[in-house]
C-alpha cells in the first residue's frame, strides 16, 4: 500500500492514500527519530486517515513507545503516557506491537490490546556469542531500581549479580510527585489536635557494590540509554572495583546529547543496543556502540497477528522482570 505524507506551506502533515484500504488489516511501522513530536503527529494523522478510509484494523508498529517515560506522576506535571495513549485510541488505532515499555504497567493506559515484546533473548544471545569469557562475568545493575532485570538475566545466564547502590545514584522513585503539593506555607494554620507524624528525609549511603567484580566482566544491563552519565559512573566505579571490563546493554539506544562522546571517552568497553530506535549518527561517532537487529520478532508478530495465530510462542520462557 502507498501513502503520501507531505508537509504543507505551514509545515502542516498532509496524508493521501493511494489505494482503497476498506477491510482490510493495515500495519503502520512508526520508529521514532530525534523529532519525537513530529513523528508522533504523524503517527496519529495516518491512523485517523486509515479510519475514515474504513480500514478493518490499525496497528502500530512502534518499537520504542515515545514519551514512556513520563508514566508517573511528577510534582504538578501530568502522566504524558496517558494522554498519548488515548490520543492513539481516538485517532483509530486497534492494536499496538511494542518493545520493553520503560513500565509495564503501561499496557493499562490503552483501551486495545498491547503486545510488549521482549529483547532480552537477542541481549542474552549477543553475550553468549560475542562477549569473549563471559562465564567469568558478572550481571550488574546501576541502581536498586534495575535489579529485577540484573537478576533475570543472571539466573538465564548461570551468572553472579551485582547491584550498585549509593549516593551517585538518583532513581525515579526519589522524584517528587503531586503527593507532595502544595508547598508547605510558613505561619500556616493548623487544625487543634491534628498532629501528623513527622517523616525523615531520605539519605543515602554513600555509594557502594553490592557483589564481588574484582578480576570479573562486568555487564551492566537496562532497558534505556539515554543521557549516559549515570553508566559513565557506575563504570568509574567498577573499575575502581576490579573489573577488567565493562559492558553496557540496553533495548532503546536513543544516545541523546552528548552520549557518544561521554562513551567514548569512559571507562566503558563496549554498549549493545537494539535498533528500536535509529542510531546510525552516534554510531559513526563512537565506535564502541554495537547493535542487535530485532526485526526478525517484530516481522513475526505482524505475520501472527494479520494471520490471527497465538502470541504466545513469542513470550516462551520470558518472565515478568525480562
Known amino acids: 500500500m502507498e501513502f503520501s505524507c507531505r508537509l504543507s506551506s505551514w509545515a502542516e502533515t498532509r496524508v493521501e492514500i493511494k489505494e482503497s484500504v476498506r477491510g482490510q488489516d493495515i500495519f503502520i511501522i512508526q520508529t521514532i527519530p530525534r ?59 486497534t492494536h499496538i506491537i511494542t518493545m520493553d515499555l520503560h513500565q509495564k504497567e503501561i499496557q493499562g493506559f490503552f483501551s486495545f490490546p498491547v ?40 539466573e538465564r545466564l548461570r551468572l553472579g549479580l551485582a547491584v550498585i547502590h ?73 573499575k575502581e572495583r576490579g573489573a577488567y571490563k565493562i559492558y553496557v546493554m540496553a533495548t532503546h539506544g536513543i544516545l541523546s546529547a552528548e552520549a557518544p562522546r561521554l562513551i567514548e571517552e569512559s571507562s566503558i568497553d563496549e554498549v549493545v543496543v537494539t535498533n528500536t530506535v535509529p542510531h546510525e549518527v552516534q554510531k559513526l561517532q563512537c565506535p564502541k556502540i554495537k547493535t542487535v537487529d530485532i526485526s526478525l520478532i517484530l516481522s513475526e508478530a505482524i505475520r501472527r497477528i494479520h494471520n490471527g495465530e497465538s502470541m504466545a510462542y513469542l513470550f516462551r520462557n520470558i518472565t515478568v522482570d525480562d
Not at 120 to 147: C, G, H, M, T, W
Not at 166 to 188: F, I, W, Y
Open 35 to 93: 523529532d519525537v513530536n513530529t513523528a508522533v503527529m504523524e503517527l496519529l494523522i495516518m491512523a485517523y486517515a486509515l479510519k475514515t478510509a474504513c480500514a478493518r484494523n490499525i496497528i502500530g508498529v512502534i518499537p520504542y513507545f515515545p514519551y514512556s517515560k513520563q508514566s508517573k506522576m511528577r510534582k504538578r506535571g501530568s502522566i504524558v503516557c496517558k494522554l498519548l495513549a488515548s490520543m492513539l485510541a481516538k485517532a483509530g488505532l
Open 115 to 154: 503486545d510488549n515484546l521482549r529483547a532480552s533473548p537477542f541481549l542474552l544471545q549477543y553475550i553468549q556469542e560475542e562477549i569473549p569469557n563471559y562465564r567469568n562475568a558478572v550481571i550488574v545493575a546501576k541502581s536498586p531500581d534495575a535489579a529485577k532485570r540484573a537478576q533475570s538475566y543472571a
Open 166 to 238: 549509593g549516593e551517585a545514584q538518583c532513581t525515579e522513585l526519589d522524584m517528587d510527585d503531586g503527593r507532595h503539593s502544595p508547598p508547605m506555607v510558613k505561619n500556616a494554620t493548623v487544625h487543634p489536635g491534628l498532629e501528623l507524624p513527622l517523616m525523615m528525609a531520605k539519605e543515602k549511603p554513600p555509594i557502594t557494590v553490592v557483589g564481588d567484580v574484582g578480576g570479573r566482566i562486568a555487564i551492566i544491563v537496562d532497558d534505556i540509554i539515554d543521557d549516559v552519565e549515570s553508566f559513565v559512573a557506575a563504570a568509574e566505579i567498577l
